[in-house]
């Protein structure tokens, strides 16, 4: 079984800075792409950052320049570093594992979600 376990959420002053982090454990093939996506009340879930194995990535318009997404192969562990925080990126922010299971087929894991506010 796969587990994502997330932390470094909180609350932090507009124009500061948080780190999270997420590690993953348990049983799989290969991973194709770790991210973080984000949800606040009353709106969809949406992508925030997003990192091949490759090291490729992808960012959500209001995260570039502010947001910086890296992993770390050797530990399963994907960081998102974010800087400049606005109150609008309060949310409840979940990391996310798309991996191949060696069966012929990709799956999506979710961790359980940190919350991130930040005040005015």
């Known amino acids: 079984q796969v587990q994502l376990a997330e932390s470094g959420g909180g609350l932090v002053q507009a124009g500061g800075s948080l780190r999270l982090s997420c590690a993953l454990s348990?049983?799989?093939?290969?991973?194709?792409?770790m991210g973080w996506y984000r949800q606040a009340p009353g709106k969809q879930r949406e992508l925030v950052a997003a990192?091949?194995?490759?090291?490729?990535?992808n960012y959500a318009d209001s995260a570039k320049g502010r947001f910086t997404i890296s992993r770390d192969n050797a530990k399963n562990t994907v960081y998102l570093q974010m800087s400049t925080l606005k109150p609008e990126d309060t949310a409840v922010y979940y990391c996310?594992?798309?991996?191949?299971?060696?069966?012929?087929?990709?799956?999506?894991?979710w961790g359980q979600g940190t919350q991130v506010t930040v005040s005015s």
């Open positions: 348990g049983r799989f093939f290969s991973i194709n792409s």
């Open positions: 996310n594992c798309n991996a191949y299971t060696g069966l012929g087929y990709n799956r999506h894991y």
């Open positions: 990192i091949t194995s490759g090291g490729t990535t």
